[in-house]
């Protein structure tokens, strides 16, 4: 099978995400980087891919500009990552789009809903495909557990107990990623529940199949003079009666990304914990917690698929990303040419990114109203 | 120390917890139980008492005659433990108050705030202490992060996330322990919340050293047909602009008694699991997690007061629950003859058991009221 | 049930064991302690008494006036404690056996392979019972693993590695518990390979039913001038051709009581540590592991017998060595008046105390032979 | 920085362990797979190209026809990774480093020490670098580890234990991974011990900077017929007195890949296990132990030059392989061109490889001497 052609805006010397990105794209070979606007700075952009071996006439000073020459070109990319701050995700996805270019977006989709909206928009009229890197949902026990839970095997669901608290803003902080995180005009006006509580609304949705209906918030800003939040608390109410809680922090000390997940339905319950996420707890009403691994026994297809190596070499971070990269290549691919699409195949898309945009909008709107139940529409 | 004498209401055959006070008044060899109304059932009674070693003329047909009885011998008891169901606590605890006799009571306090408010005054009148059993406030490493938060290593506090899950009720279940808790006419109008809740509830205050103001409550009966609750979804507002969570659910499959506080401030987190208590972990922000043991290295005076073996060689729920017959022990020898009170020395008492009573109560007219922040009053 | 009665030699103010004991003793009610030498000095064993409960006139200055005085009161203990150093079991053991009175003994059984002798052969003459308290067979948990063993779940064993690593003597240290433990006279040749090598190995022998046939051991003392061994390796050949490692140590910072044991057969296997002792980790051959708690789903009936409170709950080592007092009262009162015996009692007993000397003794002979293979004999 | 030209021997259609080479060979981006022998079946070797982007004159029919032809180009390979059964080891590696080309080659060295030596002296007569895939080296927190007993915060070292058990050929077993590792013509004269017993072996002599003196061995074939061993026990005498155990087992059931280290010094002691390897425990004697993460607070630079990811998102078995090839790159680069070589470089090599196939050795042979300290060398 041969490359997928991608190129990237966003990423260049400094950032964060974008090389984490490009390792993920790397991991599993289905893409090879080759275009760029890696910078608004045009200069930065250059030094920037001349570090990633992407030629220096792809590496361009802008994104519009990229869109247009890598649309001309007969060997032209695939598709585009975007891992700009939230703010700057809208402008180049429509570009790209218009373009007929595929898209893998950062999340969360945008800083605003009007933003988000646009994207949505964008993605129905050009019929591309538009993957959102909600990475989490990469994890080959996360895809395990949403098997277990259609299967049945915990019964009708009742609680979700999902949180994600950190502790890298617990203090007043200045650095490239503290700054637009922090910044309303960046992030949105969501700080912590746009960072990381979308991460973990979009977890419990993937695993349970479930949407909230209504939601419940408690929202603060612990740090003095942060214009966002820092901490969310949240209950939830799922279609069917199903109940749950939210909790989402920057400034629990002691937790660096202590994403985790407890599902319980009327015949078992399951547990999992981002930071050793090879890992699944899971019981049956009655008999015994059963410790089930990544690829161990007890596996399922779901999780099976989007495994690399055998239980016991843990697999991370890295290849939970590198799973939404091969899942967006055989998207693309199949969009391209019509290779037939891998049975159980995920990828989290516009109508992930348009609930979590949802979800921020309910949790600023209810805490603004002092905890008021607020539907997330 | 000559041990002091202690009468039992209720605990006979086939109960739970009456045993377990038993074992924890034995435990620091500080009480003997030498009478007992074990029964509402007078042969039931005498039967249990044979097995405790009691002296049949001290087994006692109801609690009325025994409260009197005792009062009268000269050597009467000093402190009587009422282990009945909710709503058959504060009847015996009137009497023996007025009688004179010290109280040791079960939580939570009763089944209704009426008759809380009627103990609280017969207490009052009395002059004689009334110590409740909220003894998770006895573990070593609680009563450390107490002093630990009291002393400021934390900073000042944010965040305080408490729950306690277990799974014994996921499905309709009849059994004697079972029963009453599940019948609001004995258990009072909170299930969930007031067998449990209110222990998390009173963990996260005694820690903390906080009180609820206000809360927002969504209340579950799961398992159809359930007069009270078996899910409990609570946001808290403490003193100060301190926020916090509370979930308690007796329908969390995989789940046995995981109580679990985690508490965070501006300079330091803390986190304790009643499951593996003999463990604290604790991180000043921007420095490696501690683990912290009982009577390990970085042990405070407060939690050393009450620990009994050396660290490494567990301590568990029946220690935990033997300090708070101590800190009685320890309150009833002063009241009785000046015996100097130890330094440190802290044991739940009226003040808690209304505190709970309001929090279960507010839980109740929040949940009715779609989750309405109410006050804890 | 009547209480038995119970004296004690040792134990006195400032011991540790000792105290130990007398809480063991009580948890489940059995025992009263009613007499006692607590220290060779008599000032000191009354004073210690007064604290005790114990009345002045049982109060004795040495072990031979008290097992004198008590075998001729009609009232007389049923058994007595012995919980000095390891070179005084001998002398208190032979003396109350010879005055017809049963035994509870701390381990090891002696310091030297002739005073254990000796005391097997009292035992012998005696008829009495003789209960050494290798505490940690008292664990709910190991009971099971035991019955699961015996049950064929492991199918036929294969590997065995248990480990006892501390760290209190990492460094030179001198206090009541260090001193005696690391002076030949009184702890006997081994140092470490005594005090906890010996707990180490009975908690293997006693899961898994077998005991060494050979072993291979390299003793060391880490610090210098420390006339014992401090760390203690052994491989060891069990009969049948199971195989086993050990590790005991004192000197191995950042470890308190980490007693651990972990069996393996051609069907399953099984883990266990003494510091979180609620859970054993199970796993058949194919399948995921499972979590068994103390008393929760998978519970076996020799498991199940010996604990006191719910799942969840966490039962500690003053509970697990309280069953060993349960069970030596249990065998009492069968040899005082025929009480039935309970369907599934243990009680580790001479047998075990010399089976540890051989261990001991192989050991160090093993080690002075550069760690020829060394039979137990 | 241009990417460095890999070819491979092995690890066509079907291998496990060439996938993950080609993987980690990926994450950095340091490398290019341009040619390969993948299958001494030219065809099959044909196919795996074709699936792996390798052009089709550059999927060679043997590795003897790959070397002359990739010499002979001007753009041919820099480096060839090895990743055949270990006795197919030598001849590629000797034909490879004779035609000039750096060698990167799976553990352990070889099947015997002759074809180990053969190895070390074509590496010595080439001039070429040697880099052998004890890839647990590539671990973060066990680079962090080496350089914090390098730095002496353990004092003088004391007694390591190291152990890697796993359970997947507890019963007989026939698949392509399980034929070759227990037949002697292809995995060499140890099986457990060579699989795996060197990567414990190695690990352990990573981190401390030791190597063993000599050592007293048990091995044994548990499962009926199976010609090599799959249950090792290994006492250690490292130099300067350090004593350890090594313990490696193919049939303890209920472990996965469960390799664990822990060090000991007169100061500290660490612990570490590679199934969730982005924790190290850490304890200096009289101090509370502490939990190091990868990344996290107190990280030192050796840990932290290898990370490429935040704390708390966890990073796995191919970041740490990839960390391997990713100072081969640096080495190859060096030796190419001149680039300077990253301070803390280290890539495990032929010394390495020679240390373990003397490992192997000495282990059969106390082994088969009945457990007799037998030297290294």
Redesign the interface.
Known sequence: ???LKLGMVGGGQGA?IG??H??AA????RWELVAGAFSSDPDRSRASAA???VAPDRAYGSFAEMAEAEAARPDGIDAVAIVTPNHMHGPPAVAFLKAGIHVICDKPLAATLDQAQEIAEAVAASGRQFILTHNYTGYPLIRQARQMVAAGE?GEL??V?V?YP??WL??ETSNKQADWRTDPARSGAGGCVGDIGTHAYNLASFVTGLRADRL?A?L?A?VPGRPVDD?V?V?L?FAG?V???L?A?Q????????LRL?V????????WA?????VL?????????????RG???STPAGARVT????????????GFATIYAEAAALVAHARDGTPLPEGLHAPGIEDGLDGMRFIAACIASSQA??A?TPLN
Chains 1, 2, 3, 4 share one sequence.
């Open positions: 099978m041969s490359r964060f090389g984490v490009r390792i790397r991991i599993d070979d570090e990633m071996n915990l009742r609680v107990q949180e950190q502790d617990a203090e419940a408690d603060d612990f901490n608390h209950m109410r009666g109940k749950g809680m909790w922090s400034v629990a000390v002691g937790n660096e990304n202590a407890r319980y339905g009327t015949k078992g319950g399951l547990e981002q930071e050793n996420p090879n707890r899971f019981t049956r009403f009655g008999e015994p917690s059963q410790i089930l691994t161990g026994a007890g690399r190596i055998p239980p016991g070499h843990p697999e991370g971070y890295l290849e002092d905890g139940w």
